[in-house]
């Protein structure tokens, strides 16, 4: 697969909603409740637009949706947002997609006076990749809060500053 045949868009269609489910559902690091969380975001956006306070860029190969990142400005702050998910499709991992939508996330964020992005994540060992990922990405690991999720399944809070 070429660099130039993946298409970015960051505008939102109801068939996003099930490709996003198709998404995280074939990671296998989700469970049915958090599959669910991942498809109701896009929904919420679809059903009430820029209100839902959710921003989405989604990367496309022939016509198929096979990443996203969700984002949105972090209530009762002026420039920190939320990073809420990133997901590629399994068989699309690994082609620099992920890399490219973080960018691209980044710099939108940065455009409309965002400073700092925050990202969290579970320091189970099924997420080393996830965490490795944000690292490479120049991310700071700022926290962890242990037993988060349940009992060893920790938090992990990156940030990065972008200048």
């Not at 590629?88 to 980044?106: A, C, P, S, V």
Request: proline share 1%; net charge negative.
């Amino acid at each position: 697969m070429k660099k130039e045949s993946v298409i970015y868009r960051t505008d939102v269609k109801a068939s996003d909603i099930e490709a996003v489910g198709e998404i995280v559902r074939s990671t296998n690091f989700f469970n049915s409740e958090e599959i669910e969380v991942a498809m109701g975001l896009v929904e919420e956006r679809v059903e009430t637009g820029i209100e839902s306070g959710y921003e989405f860029v989604f990367a496309e190969v022939d016509g198929k949706v096979v990443g996203y990142t969700c984002y949105g400005r972090i209530p009762c702050t002026k420039h920190s947002f939320d990073l809420y998910w990133i997901a590629i499709h399994q068989d699309f991992r690994g082609l620099g997609i992920g890399k490219e939508l973080m960018d691209r996330t980044e710099k939108v964020i940065k455009e409309i006076g965002g400073i700092g992005v925050y990202v969290e994540t579970s320091s189970k060992e099924l997420y080393h990749p996830t965490r490795s990922f944000y690292l490479k990405m120049n991310y700071i690991e700022k926290a962890l809060f242990e037993d988060f999720y349940d009992k060893n399944d920790g938090k992990v809070v990156y940030v990065k500053f972008l200048s």
